[in-house]
Structure formats: C-alpha cells, structure tokens
Nanobody, 125 residues
C-alpha cells in the first residue's frame, strides 16, 4: 500500500485548504484512513479519521466543526477539507491507513500500518 498526501500550502487565517490522500494497492472501502499533524519539536497528533471506508468519521476537538472528510472511492482518495484555518493549524499533515484499526484506537499512530510522506500546511495570521 502506498499513500500520496497532497494539497498543502500557505493560506491566510480564515482560509481553506483541501488535502488529498491517494492510495494505491488497497481498497478504500475496507481500510481506515487517518490524518495526523506534527509541528517541529512536538509529537504527532491525531486530526481526523475516515473509519472503515467512511462508515464513521471522528475529529479531534481542536478541528471539530471546521474540518470535514470526504472520499472518492473510484479514485481511492480521502479528502480532508479544512475551513476557518487558524495559525495553530500550521503543521505537516500526514495521512495513514490500516485495515486493522478498531474504533477505540483510531487516535493512535501505532494503529496504522502505512503512511504518506506529509504535506506542509502554513496558516499566516
């Protein structure tokens, strides 16, 4: 399984970006796709998850109401729509996927087997 994360960039506070996580080598309908972010010097943190092919989605409290998830099964791609961006959203965003994730562990990095390369999101104030 290979993941390609893209869509990052520089945006002003209040703006929007859409990140894409394109997968190859697996069927998105069986896999869980998570989004994490990391700021230099800090641990990677959970952002959102498309659980088991979109059956459920979960969001970190810090992004709830601003970020949404969608998917295109034909393209094997999961999208993270980020609205009302804040400077504190600045980070490298990673997508990850796994078939073995259970709902109680979607927040853990260790639950995911495959990771994308990360895409930088910078929000200016």
């Amino acid at each position: 399984v290979q993941l390609q994360a893209s869509g990052g960039g520089l945006v002003q506070a209040g703006g929007s970006l859409r990140l894409s996580c394109a997968a190859s080598g697996r069927s998105s309908r069986r896999y869980t796709t998570g989004w994490f972010r990391q700021v230099p010097g800090k641990e990677r943190e959970f952002v959102a998850v498309d659980f088991r092919g979109g059956s459920t989605t979960y969001f970190a409290d810090s992004v709830k109401g601003r970020f949404t998830l969608s998917r295109d099964n034909a393209k094997n791609t999961v999208y993270l729509q980020m609205n009302s961006l804040k400077p504190e959203d600045t980070a490298v965003y990673y997508c990850a996927t796994s078939e073995r994730v259970i709902s109680s562990t979607v927040y853990r990095e260790s639950s995911y087997d495959f990771w994308g390369q990360g895409t930088q999101v910078t929000v200016s104030s």
